[in-house]
């Protein structure tokens, strides 16, 4: 079984975790990280997409 992980895809994330303001962009890359088949990894990914989601709710929120 070879390693399917892409070092972008870490990289991605890494970009990712390190942000503190999302956009939906930034949305939509953590859901195509999702379809690595790498458990770990995508349980990593989750935590960030739950992440972006607050922060884009909050500031959607803020602008109404």
Known sequence: M???MN??????L???KAKNEYTHEDLEIA???LKQDDPPFNEE?????H??????????????
């Open 51 to 64: 992440k972006i989601k607050n922060i884009l709710k909050e500031k959607n929120d803020n602008n109404q």
């Open 14 to 16: 890494q970009k990712l």
């Open 7 to 12: 070092r972008s895809h870490k990289h991605q």
């Open 2 to 4: 070879g390693d399917k």
């Open 45 to 49: 990914v989750e935590g960030v997409l």
């Open 31 to 33: 859901q195509e990280l």
